[in-house]
Each structure stands twice: as C-alpha cells, then as structure tokens.
C-alpha cells in the first residue's frame, strides 16, 4: 500500500510544476486523496460490500469534490488535478499514467446495465471541463482538449477537440513534422491541441506563436554561426529558462509601490 502511495507521490513531481515536495502532495492534494479512498471502496465493491463501498465513496466526494464510482477500474500512476467537479462513472476504466483535469465527465449515455462509459488507456490526457460520454475508447497516448465533448472512439496518439469532438491530428501527426511539439517542449509548454485544423481560433492563434518561434530560432542560430565564422564571438551561452515567477511583480514591492502612489496623492488635484 505505502509503496503505490510513494509512486503516486512521485508521479505528481512528472505532471505539476506546482508541487515541492512529498508533505504538501499528501496532505493538499484532493485528487490524490480520492484515488487512495477509492481504492477502499472499489476493494469493498469487489467482495460485495455495496453499500459500505458507495458511502465511503459518498465521503469522499464530500471531503475532495471528485466522484469516483467504486465500481471503476483505475490504473497506477493515475493523477487528477485540482480534482473539483471529476465524475467517473461505474463502469470507466483508466489505464497507466493517465491524467486528468478539474471538471471531467467519464459518464454514461444509456441506463441499461452493463459497460456504458470510457475506456482510457495508457497515457491518456483529458483537458478541463472536457466530457467523454459513452461506451468509447480513448487509445493510448490519445488526448481530449478543454470544454470538448467526445462521444466516438479516439486513435492512439490522436487529439480530439471541439463539440461534438473531432479529431486534429490522426495517429498523432502534428503540424510542422513535429516541429512545434519540440518547440513547445522547449519552452514548458503543451502543445497537444494546436494543429492548423483546430476550430478553437485560441489554440490556432498559439499554434501560429510557435510556428513563428521555431522559424526566429532558427533564424537567429544561422544568423549567429555566419557571424562566428566571420571573426564574432556571439551566441555562445545558452538562451536563460523561462519561469513565471520572473513576469509576476513581487507582492512585497507591489505594495510598497502603491503606498507611494498614496502618499504621493495629492487632494487638491
């Protein structure tokens, strides 16, 4: 039991950014907690205790905001973040590695018994407020973009976005060759929803970012090996990583910036 809770720590440090250290994703992060109580209640669920298993799942909705039906398979190292507003229905299965964000639906379209929601595979990613209604598959690597609603299969290492889904890049072929997924690596960024045919003119106009990115880059590399073939010393050190924290204004001088601007006020004015 502490050896999958260890593993389920570790996978959080692979997919947020947001986490320091093992104390704060055991005690402050309500998806975590939802997978390690549903893993009572589907135990309960499989030796027939019922009804002990569905209020404890009850509980657990109450304590993290995530629905997990106790009779849902899940798979290890599976993440949900942030966790509000997750429903998983009875009879979705999770595979390995898969993530989820705040307000999915694995749900169902049919009230006759049997399978009637999700199958995720390995790897999958579903983006917020996204809903894959049905007795679908989602393959591995497979990839739902934010508010999109998915109610056929999709491909392995394909993405589905939209309403009704529609998949953006069959088999996992981007734009480019690739090129603005190694871009967007580049600079911490996830770019599994940003292909030319994608209908969110958002995503479309990120996709065109990185494709501009990635040309300056190598414009900038030619530009630099020319002048250090003529004599220059230029362009040696490495580009600095990007971090949020540097475009974000220190609370602390924020403050004391506008108390300036107070006492500097003048009433007469």
């Not at 996992?172 to 960024?189: L, P, Q």
């Not at 995503?203 to 990115?213: S, T």
Request: hydrophobic letters at 40%; charged letters at 25%; glycine letters at 10%.
């Amino acid at each position: 039991m502490f050896s999958r809770i260890k593993e389920d720590i570790n996978s959080v440090f692979d997919r947020d950014p947001a986490a320091r250290n093992w104390f704060e994703v055991l005690t402050n992060y309500p998806g975590m907690h939802a997978i390690w109580i549903h893993r009572l209640s589907n135990k309960l669920w499989r030796n027939n205790w019922k009804l002990i298993a569905r209020l404890i799942s009850t509980f657990s909705r109450w304590l993290t905001g995530v629905e997990i039906h106790p009779g849902a398979t899940l798979g290890r190292r599976f993440f949900i973040d942030h966790g509000m507003g997750i429903v998983i229905g009875e009879t979705a299965e999770i595979g390995d590695d898969v993530t989820l964000y705040h307000g999915v639906t694995l749900g169902g379209t049919s009230w006759s018994a049997g399978k009637r929601h999700p199958t995720l595979e390995d790897n999958v990613v579903i983006g917020a407020g996204a809903q894959v209604l049905g007795p679908i598959t989602v393959g591995k690597g497979g990839k739902v973009g934010s508010n999109s609603v998915v109610v056929k299969d999709v491909p392995e290492n394909a993405t589905a976005v939209g309403i009704p889904g529609k998949i953006v890049n069959p088999n996992g072929k981007s734009n480019g060759n690739g090129k603005r997924d190694a871009v967007a690596k580049k600079y911490g960024f996830d770019a599994y929803a940003v292909s030319e045919d994608n209908p969110d003119p958002v995503a479309k106009a990120i996709g065109r970012l990185l494709d501009h990115i990635h040309l300056m880059d190598n414009k900038v590399t030619d530009l630099c090996k020319e002048v250090n073939h003529l004599g220059g010393n230029v362009c040696d050190a490495e580009l600095p990583e990007l971090s949020v924290g540097e475009f974000v204004e220190d609370e602390k001088k924020a403050a004391e910036r506008r108390m300036k601007e107070v006492e500097s006020f003048d009433p007469n004015i």
